[in-house]
């Protein structure tokens, strides 16, 4: 039963990372779930907001704690569509999520198991449990889409602003 809601939830945060890709973000997508239902929901946005911070997940998590009235979130589920970077992990602990499923791994920035470990850290004052790989092959190739398009765009404009068509 378990698995089965990862999933649904994790498409959810695809279709949360498709907006974000339509708004030439980075597409991933975040959603908060307590007792069953979606309680936060959030995608990347820090162009279009100017904000450094507005990641998916924190996104997800302020929209939780308004929703919820309450900055804390003891049994609450973070679904992401890429595993969180050091920031959203520490907001993570903060808003003393319980649990979080995430689907691709990244590799540059990754803190719960590609650069670094953060949620195992002995000196946090709050544990996450971890469930990684839920849909990572369709939350990898929406990410990866995003990159050639973007790419190609800037390989384009290169080549428009130079003169060389």
Sequence with gaps: MQEA???FWMQRALTLARSAAAADEVPVGAVVVLD???VGAGFNAPISQCDPTAHAEIRALRDAARRVGNYRLPGATLY????????????????????????ATEPKAGAVVSTRRTLEDSALNWRVA?????????CSELLSEFFVRRRAQIKAHRRSSSGKD
Excluded: K
Excluded at 81 to 93: K, Q, S
Excluded at 130 to 138: A, D, F, I, P
């Design 130 to 138: 971890v469930t990684q790989g839920v849909l990572s092959s369709s």
């Design 5 to 7: 809601d990862d999933e």
């Design 80 to 103: 992401v569509t890429l595993e969180p970077c050091t920031m959203c992990v520490g907001a993570l602990v903060h808003s003393r999520v319980s649990r979080l499923v995430f689907g």
């Design 36 to 38: 069953g239902r979606e």
